[in-house]
């Protein structure tokens, strides 16, 4: 049941784009552009999270259409239906569909970082820790929902996002490990003469190749396998002392 709202934004002509979105000769997904780029990155390290129960709803609705059909096929229009709500309601949040990508994007950002996190902060070994978070993050790239239909589906539209134009995705994952690696020192754990932006760019740069190539020697899909490889050849460079027999 939708509700009602008054006045609803005008219903673009035939063949017309819709309110806030590209004219179908532009490149599809907003993510891919610098300009968008730059506000998804402001997004994320503000921590700018969508509180409010409407948009969050809203965001839900997206993420559903999006895994169900992809982001190009999906309108303003079918979010709001698939949301329940007016499309005036839609609008007030969100200017266009540009919007709600880099809302939705952002989120599933901010849940992935938040999810390792947690998985980090429950073991008390900092070795653990380290290798756990290694693993979780792998794990996690690899079986995303909506990453994995979206590259399904979508490849074409998302690849890029993921390796030529990656430097978001890059940067992201850098400064969350990067926090990490840079408490690890304060707390005389790691190495003081590591550079922890440097170390945590090279590990997340492992991850990335794993998350792209998962056939090999080492077996991304393996958790054992990964925890093998934090434990036997990341951590001790890390690490000021040898772990304990």
């Keep these: 049941m939708h509700e009602r709202d008054d006045p609803l934004p005008p219903t673009p002509a035939a063949g017309a784009p819709a309110p806030g979105s590209r004219p179908a000769a532009a490149a599809d997904v907003a993510v891919l552009h610098e300009e968008h780029v730059a506000s998804l990155a402001e997004r994320l390290e503000h921590d700018l999270r969508v509180e409010e129960h409407t948009a969050q709803r809203i965001l839900?609705?997206?993420?559903?259409?999006?895994?169900?059909?992809?982001?190009?096929?999906?309108?303003?229009?079918?979010?709001?239906?698939?949301?329940?709500?007016?499309?005036?309601?839609?609008?007030?949040?969100?200017?266009?569909?540009?919007?709600?990508?880099?809302?939705?994007?952002?989120?599933?950002?901010?849940?992935?970082?938040?999810?390792?996190?947690?998985?980090?902060?429950?073991l008390d070994d900092p070795r653990d820790r380290f290798v756990e978070g290694f693993v979780a993050i792998v794990r996690a790239a690899r079986t995303h929902p909506l990453l994995q239909r979206l590259l399904e589906i979508e490849p074409d539209l998302v690849l890029p996002f993921l390796t030529t134009q990656g430097a978001l995705l890059l940067r992201f994952n850098r400064s969350f490990l990067a926090e990490h690696l840079a408490a690890g020192q304060r707390a005389g754990l790691l190495r003081a003469e590591l550079d922890p932006d440097l170390v945590a760019e090279l590990i997340v740069r492992l991850c990335h190749s794993l998350l792209l190539s998962p056939s090999g020697l080492i077996d991304a899909d393996d958790d054992e396998s990964l925890r093998s490889l934090g434990r036997r050849y990341l951590a001790p460079v890390l690490f000021a002392r040898p772990a304990a027999d």
């Excluded at 303003?76 to 939705?104: P, Q, S, W």
């Design 60 to 122: 839900d609705a997206a993420r559903r259409r999006f895994a169900l059909v992809g982001i190009r096929r999906t309108t303003m229009d079918d979010i709001a239906a698939e949301a329940g709500v007016g499309r005036a309601t839609l609008y007030r949040r969100f200017a266009g569909r540009d919007d709600v990508v880099l809302a939705t994007v952002a989120r599933e950002f901010q849940g992935f970082a938040h999810d390792v996190d947690a998985r980090m902060r429950a």
